[in-house]
Every structure is written in C-alpha cells, then in structure tokens.
C-alpha cells in the first residue's frame, strides 16, 4: 500500500512530534550547569560565546528571545534547542524515505521508528533537553544531507548549491559538522558531467559567503561585553576564535595503544544510542547499500571515517555529539537492511518491523532516566548560594563552568543581584580590565594578574569561588595575598555555611547523566567535606568518599583527575595520589590520558617528600615518553635536591636553571635558584631571581629577611 503526499507528510510530522514530547517532558526549566548559562547570556544580550563564538546560534537564539518576550529566556532557549532536535529527528525520518524509496507504510514505519530512536539516543536526546549548539548542528548535518544526495538522484545544480550554502552556514554553528565536507566534495565530483566551471566557483563562493558571518565576532566586542574570548577584534584573538585553538590542548600525540580504549569509547557511545546489538545491523546494511549503489554507500561511508578520524585524538570532555554525523549513518545503514527485509517475505517484513520498534523503545526507556532533567535546579541554587556569600557591593570571581557560567547568566540577564559584579575566567578577561581601568596597561593579561591587583587596589569586598577546577592554581597563587590584605573580604565558597542551609540536595545527588552534573555534585561534596573534616566531624569523610564514588561511577578520567586537583590544591596529598591511583585503575584509559595521570602522581609524590617512588613513576613516565618535560623537571628537582644534600651547589644551581628553562613560570624555583647564589656569593645573580619573585608578589616577606 503506498501513501498520498499529505499521509507522507502526516508521517514526518510524526517524527517531529514524538521525540518533540518527550524532549519537553524532560526539559530542564532554568539555566543547567556547563555551557547552558554562557550560551543563554550569549544568545540573550548579543555577547561572544567560547570558539568558535557559534555566531549563527547567538543570533538566532536573540531572534528567538525577543519574540518569546513573555518566557524566562533561558526557558524559551532551552525550548529553542529541544525544537531543533526534533526537526532534526523529521529530517532523519526524510533522509531514511529517500535513501531506501520507502512509500510503503512498512517501510514508513520502520523508518519512523529508526528517526524516533536516533533522536531519543542519549546523545541528541541530552543536548535537546538544554541550550546547546548540537542540535542546530544535527539539524544542519542532515539537511546537507538530504540535499546532497537529492542532487546525486536527480543531479539538478541546484540542490549541489543549496548544499554549499547550507554548509557554510553550519560552519557558523559548529565545526563538527565540517565531516560532511568530503561528502559534498565526492558527491561533486561523481556528477561532474553535470557541472560546469562556473558552477563549481558558485559553489565555493555559496560555502564562503555565509562565513561572512564571524564578522560578527569582530565587530560586536565594540560595545563592552560582558563575554569577549580572547578579545576577536586583535588578528590573534579572532583566530583563536575562527580555528578554536583553544581546544589544541586536548588533542592528544597519537599512540598505537589508544586503539583499543578509542573503540571500547565507542562502543560505550552506540550501547546507549541504537541498543548494541541493533548497531551490529549496519555493517550488513552498509553492505546492502554498496551492492545497490557504490557511490552513495561511499559518500556516506566517508562521512564516518572522516568524522572518527578527526576525533580519534580529540579528547574534549563533551567528545560524545561530535560523533552525531556518524550516528546519523548508523541509522541509514540499519534501515537500508530492515527495509530490504520488507521485500523478502511477510515474515521478515513483520521480523524488519519488530526490530526497528524493539529499537526505539529500548532506546527511549533506557535513555529516559539519564535524559529526564526537568527536575534540575542545581546549577541555578549553586549560583545563588555563592551570590548569599556576596556583602552588598562585592565582587564575586568564579572559576569554573559550573559556578561561573549560571553566576553569569543570572546576573547579567536576570538581574539577580544588580548590586554586585560577576567575573569569570577568560571570558570576562577583556571586561574585568577595563572595568579596573587597565585596558591599555601592559602586563595584565591573565586573570591571575587581575586578581592580584584588585586584591591590592579595590575597596569593595571580594569573594573568590574555589571549586575543583582547571584553574585551581589561579586561585592558589593569589592565597597569600588575602589572608594579608585588609582590603579583602574573602571567604571559600564553601565556608562558614552549615550544610543544612544549603538549597542544593547534596546529600542525595539525584541520577546523573553527564559529567558536567557530576561535577556540580562534587563540588559541594569537597567543599562541604573540608570544611567538617577541620571541625572534626566524620561526616566529612563520608562526603569525600561520596565525591569519590560519583566520580568513579562516570568511569571518567577527566573527573578523576579534577578530583586529585581538589585534594592537591587542598594540600592533603595523601587523598591526590589515592585519587590518582584510582583513577590509573580504570581499564579503557589512552596514552595520553595515563601518562597525565602519572606525571600528576610523581608531582604529588614529590611534594610528599617520597623520592624512591618519585623516581619509579617518573622513570616510568620516560619510557612512555621520553620527552616528558613533567618528568625532566621532576628529576632535575631530586638531582638538584642531592646535590645541596651533598653540598655540590653549583651542581644544584645548573639543576635549577635546566628547571626554569622548562618551566620559567615556577617562582619557587627563582627563589631557590636565588637563596643558591645567594650562598655562592653571587649577589647580583640573586637578586635578579628575587627581584622576578617580587615582581609577582611571590614570598616577599621570606625574600626581605634573606636579603638582610
């Protein structure tokens, strides 16, 4: 039985609406923890997001805000995002109609049900539920899709152009969705008898044409934002932006033995998206399709090759909806099987249909609970109980994501608290030194600077949120300096509250189902840990053991290491390098990722005073990776250490200066490389090393009573 054009459409609509109703069902209501908060003040106050600033989402979520006037904007935004996933979901649903010719209300079915369990995969499904670039990104990818492979069935010029524009525009979104790039490329070139020069110039000028829109990130930081990564009006900071190298570091050396951990990362990934034993039904399907048509099963193979093999070394925590294209692929080569099986014999369609509905529920009953965070008001409570921390007319500084992020957003687009100011990380670099009235100094141009001389030189009150964190040395460097300030109005983001007056339910962190959630919970375990531990009370271990225990259920290396940053920061080192062991226990970890985590054991290690095991971890370090310059430095610290043992002092000061050519930024090492030369007799030499000391504000008193 084959179906009117208004049933097909009744069909997509359907594929809409479904995945559309739970998305809202399981919605968060205000601002969540991560990117959410930064994106929603991006998209609500026309600011710069983190690179590549995605300046097709701001603009359009602006759009968006201004005429769901009358809804909180985070909420109206995190609708935006839940509406885009669905779209994307009725888009799967045509894609699949195309590829497999399927009219039949079988074959609608099946591909119905496959569309449905794409979008209700773990994946999609928790980025549609609060403000994140991926679904526009997942929208995007399948409608150069479908445009691509309409222009390869009926070669019309046209759709080849459409696509170019499309792809151009998606790059204004997100980066990912570049993987296509080498479909639009081959689906070209296989129609090239149909394409003129001209029309290739067309196209090529159709993909750079809408990339005119990263102006907007040139032209915008004029009016004094609140967010302004790396400040795009300089030719470094817009590149910064354009090719997100900030996210160079989290691209890995490649390694033979992150093979295996690679693919047992991606079998994690399909487990909670298309049920894995379904998964394995595309690698027939895939056959199916290059015996029909090799050419298309190769443009679409392309596509997963491309979009693995960029990530292969990527090791961004939030790594999973990059593989959205790939995912995408997956479901074609499935339904390319199961719609085959309809045209065998009433008993393999019925086979086809059962396996395509077993598929979806699963995939939704499974994935509901990590999903459903309609019930998520942490990120926005943690926010308020740092501003309850701010005297009126304080500054509050927050340093990571989770506090900075929802802090930002309250504060900037809600209101809340108009009689403080809020500063983040580098996001708010640019701001914070012109609200100090450095904008033209120079030698202020990290956030450790900044907040030294505001410790020095502003009269309102400070409070500095200290949370596990990538910056937590940040925050440890200017320690000192406010403890000996009488200017300073300083308090932990945890301290001097009792555990009971806080809004978020620590106690009981509900079900997670990201890292970012887990994070948020910790925190609070940490914080609230150390500050009963001082007090005697064994309630704190029992929190530090929950922190543990969240950490390790996400079997994440990020959160292991963030962990063992906390304790390191706290100085109890003998909770770091427990955490660290663990963290080295779990089974699918990379070279990379391994490697780091020793470097940072034989570093907690070396403070513990334990050179036997200092040594074996960082000789274990070198034969990973002999230029390791963690492990040099460490094994220049021990030699230098045995040479004043031995009092070889010019032994210990070459050993020091090989550490400062590794490491320049170590005043400790100044300082001790000074106190060496002081002993030889090289004053000068000396004072220049204190003199660098004092400079930052690094032990000056100590310094003063070794001069005189």
């Not at 033995?257 to 895939?286: K, W």
Request: proline letters at 4%.
């Amino acid at each position: 039985m084959r179906l009117s054009r208004s049933s097909a459409a009744l069909w997509t609509l359907l594929a809409a609406l479904i995945p559309l109703v739970l998305y809202l069902w399981t919605l968060c209501p205000t601002v969540y923890c991560g990117d959410g908060g930064e994106l929603g003040l991006a998209a609500t106050t026309l600011q710069i997001s983190h690179p590549p600033g995605y300046p097709l989402l701001t603009n359009f979520g602006h759009v968006w805000t201004i005429i769901f006037f009358f809804l909180r904007p985070i909420l109206a935004l995190n609708i935006l995002s839940a509406l885009f996933a669905a779209m994307a979901a009725a888009c799967v649903y045509v894609l699949l109609t195309i590829i497999t010719d399927g009219a039949a209300t079988s074959q609608r079915l099946i591909n119905l049900a496959l569309a449905t369990a794409f979008a209700l995969g773990q994946t999609l499904w928790s980025v549609a539920t609060n403000f994140e670039v991926y679904s526009l990104a997942a929208l995007m990818a399948v409608l150069i899709a479908i445009m691509l492979i309409r222009f390869y069935q009926s070669k019309d010029r046209r759709l080849l152009l459409l696509a170019c524009y499309l792809f151009g525009l998606a790059l204004c979104n997100h980066l990912s969705v570049g993987s296509l790039g080498i479909m639009l490329l081959m689906a070209a070139w296989f129609c090239r008898e149909n394409l003129s020069i001209g029309d290739w110039l067309l196209g090529l000028a159709l993909i750079l044409l809408p990339l005119t829109f990263y102006g907007y990130l040139y032209v915008r930081p004029s009016f004094n934002l609140v967010l302004d990564w790396y400040d795009p009006q300089t030719f470094w900071g817009l590149k910064q932006h354009l090719f997100a190298q900030t996210y160079h570091r989290y691209i890995a050396t490649p390694h033979l033995s992150d093979i295996i951990p690679y693919f047992i990362g991606l079998v994690r990934l399909l487990s909670h998206e298309l049920v894995l034993p379904f998964t394995a039904l595309s690698l027939p399907g895939a056959f199916l399709q290059y015996r029909r048509d090799h050419k298309l099963a190769m443009m679409l193979l392309s596509i997963v090759i491309v979009n693995c093999g960029l990530n292969f070394n990527y090791l961004i925590p939030d790594i999973t909806p990059y593989f959205l294209p790939s995912l995408l692929i997956a479901v074609v080569w499935i339904a390319e099987l199961l719609n085959w099986l309809t045209q065998r014999s009433r008993i393999w369609s019925g086979a086809a249909i059962a396996s395509a509905l077993v598929i979806t529920i699963v995939a939704a009953a499974g994935n509901f609970a990590r999903c459903d965070i309609s019930d998520r008001y942490s990120a926005e409570q943690y926010a308020q109980d740092l501003f309850e921390r701010v005297p009126e007319g304080g500054i509050l500084f927050c340093g990571t994501d989770n506090s900075m992020f929802p802090a930002l957003y309250l504060h900037y687009v809600e209101n809340y608290r108009p009689d403080c100011k809020v500063y983040g990380h580098l996001p708010t670099l640019t701001r914070l030194r012109n609200d100090l009235g450095l904008g033209t100094t120079p030698g202020f141009n990290t956030f450790p600077d900044l907040m030294h001389y505001a410790v020095a030189h502003v009269e309102a009150p400070l409070v500095f949120a200290r949370e596990p964190m990538q910056y937590i040395n940040d925050f440890r460097t200017i320690l000192p300096t406010l403890f000996s300030s009488g200017l300073v109005y300083y308090r932990d983001s945890g301290s001097q509250v009792l555990p009971k007056s806080m809004h978020v339910n620590w106690r009981h962190p509900p079900r997670l189902y990201d890292q970012k959630e887990a994070v948020l919970y910790v925190t609070y375990d940490l914080l609230n840990g150390e500050e009963l531990v001082k007090l005697g009370d064994p309630e704190g271990e029992r929190l530090w053991a929950q922190a543990a225990e969240i950490i390790y259920a996400q079997e994440s290396y990020v959160l292991s290491h963030q962990l063992s940053a906390y304790f390191i920061g706290a100085e109890n080192l003998r909770l770091a390098s427990k955490a660290l062991e663990q963290g080295l226990a779990l089974g699918d970890l990379r070279f990379d990722q391994r490697l780091r985590l020793l470097e940072s054991l034989g570093s907690v290690a070396f403070e513990s005073g334990d050179e036997k095991k200092t040594k074996e971890i960082f000789e274990q370090v070198e034969r990973m990776e002999p230029n390791s310059t963690v492990a040099k430095y460490h094994v220049l610290a021990l030699a230098a250490g045995t040479a004043i043992h031995s009092n070889r002092l010019n032994d210990a000061i070459a050993a020091y200066r090989q550490m400062l050519q590794l490491y320049p930024q170590q005043r400790e090492v100044n300082l001790q490389l000074g106190k060496l030369l002081l002993q030889t007799g090289d004053t000068v030499a000396a004072e220049e090393m204190f003199d660098i000391c004092i400079k930052d504000n690094y032990r000056v008193d100590f310094i003063h009573k070794l001069l005189k």
